[in-house]
């Protein structure tokens, strides 16, 4: 359970994904290989996940979604510390921290949440609140009266999320 996190000695998660993955997408497909052809969309962890590479990587991903995503890499028995004590990657990798304290990133943001029924909606919200005073980082949200942490009610945000993602993004 990586949390998309590069981990010093350990395995390099985000730069896969940030680097890796879409050098080895384009170097097999005929695919676009600008910002504005690639977004990532995610639920829970993989939310956290697409959120965080759309930030850390706005020259790789134009959109990132985060549908019930956490703002935060935890520290706790299924991860244990993947920042090995080092300060400097545990806030980088805190996305309310980063809002507040490096250059907005320019690249466009979605993410969801429940009124009733969710845990981030707190936090959600005050990402929401950071996201718009950048400036530069678009923020969009789908906020949903009930639901929870789970596949029904990421059912119900899946198609809004195809439909926003797919109008950031460009074909060439």
Not at 53 to 78: Q, R, W
Not at 137 to 156: A, E, M, V
Request: aromatic share 10%; proline share 6%.
């Amino acid at each position: 359970d990586t949390e998309c996190v590069d981990i010093p000695g350990g395995p390099q998660t985000e730069s896969f994904f940030a680097k890796d993955l879409p050098a080895a997408v384009t170097a097999h497909y005929r695919v676009g290989k600008k910002p504005g052809n690639w977004g990532i969309i995610g639920d829970s962890t993989g939310g956290y996940c697409a959120l965080k590479l759309a930030m850390h990587h706005p020259e790789v991903y134009a959109a990132g979604a985060g549908l019930s995503a956490y703002y935060k890499a935890p520290i706790d028995p299924t991860t244990g510390d993947l920042f090995h004590k080092n300060k400097t990657l545990r806030n980088e990798a805190d996305l309310l921290w980063y809002l507040k304290n490096r250059s907005a990133p320019n690249t466009s943001l979605l993410v969801t949440t429940s009124k009733v029924g969710e845990s981030n909606y707190k936090a959600t919200m005050k990402f929401i609140a950071l996201a718009k005073g950048t400036g530069r980082t678009r923020i969009s949200s789908i906020i949903l009266d009930s639901g929870g942490h789970n596949f029904n009610t990421w059912r119900r945000e899946i198609p809004p999320t195809l439909e926003w993602i797919s109008a950031r993004l460009t074909a060439r």
